[in-house]
C-alpha cells in the first residue's frame, strides 16, 4: 500500500509538471499502467528463461538417448 501511495505522489508531480488539469485521472491510471507494465514484461521474461531451460532440457535429452 506504502508502493501506491508512492505511485500515486509520483503522478501527481508529474501532472503538476506536465500541467495536466485531471488529476483525478491520472491518480487512477498511472498506477495502473505502472502495475500491468511491470506485469506484461514480467511474463515476457519468465517466458523467455523458460524457453531457454526448455532447449537445454531438450538438448540434454537427446545427448542421453544418443548415449544409450
Known amino acids: 500500500m506504502k508502493h501506491l501511495l508512492t505511485i500515486i505522489q509520483a503522478g501527481l508531480m508529474l501532472g503538476k509538471i506536465f500541467g495536466w488539469i485531471n488529476y483525478k485521472w491520472v491518480i487512477i491510471l498511472l498506477p495502473l499502467i505502472i502495475y500491468f507494465g511491470i506485469l506484461i514484461i ?3 521474461i519468465i517466458g523467455i528463461i523458460s524457453f531457454i531451460e526448455h ?3 531438450n ?4 545427448e542421453l538417448k544418443v548415449k544409450k
Open 55 to 57: 532447449l537445454k532440457l
Open 59 to 62: 538438448k540434454l535429452l537427446k
Open 42 to 44: 514480467s511474463f515476457i
